[in-house]
């Protein structure tokens, strides 16, 4: 299973969060072989690795059933770590685990010294420290309601898909202390199908269709919308 994928340049390896088998796996995208496979969720349990985010140095993955981070330890140049070295951070401070899906999409600051995650159940955004697990509400005001997010410089975009706000994607200038935004557009696109992530190449957005009300049939297709990205180039 695979929810959440990063790339990581300096080694060509493709992180896959792996939803409920509780684990992330690693991918050499040249050969497309499994480099390595590290066991998240170690104690019984519902669990759900739901997205991944790379800093400089980790890979810091949201698990959508535990009020929890998972830290998998990088090297300067992008090499793996074991899974002795995996470091799970429980969330503490504003945030308050509920019932259900919680946890989803997670971004980080460019340096790697701040992470920002949705929390879907709630509609609140929090930054966490990645070292401690502290967090903080980020005040916003509007219902997130988020699945992937994409930061750009201090632009966060936030894909929305359930509710009477699916199919679309809030646009959010962060404070520079990034604990406040404002919405400064919503963005819609009639190729919309319950769009779940995005990612940015040049200077396009590219937004995944999961079309949750398609079913899973062998024969079911899937697409990805492309549209025009208005401002900065600083997203991963």
Known sequence: MATGLKYDSRTGYIFASGAGNGDLNVIDSRTGNRVANFKLAQTAGPTFVNDVILTPGAAYLTDSMRPVLYKVPLGVEGQLSTQDDVAILPLTGDYVHGAGFNLNGIEASANGDRLIVVQ???GKLFLVDPNTG???YIEVPASVNGDG?????RTLYAVRNSGPTAN???KIELAANMLSGRVVDTLTNPGFDSPT???MAGN???FVNGRFSAGMAPSTTYTVVGIDQVEGTDAR
Request: charged share 15%; hydrophobic share 50%.
């Open 149 to 153: 997010l994409l930061l750009v410089d």
């Open 120 to 122: 879907t159940s709630t």
């Open 134 to 136: 502290v967090t903080k």
């Open 204 to 206: 396009r957005l590219y």
């Open 197 to 199: 992530t995005m990612a």
């Open 168 to 170: 679309t994607v809030l």
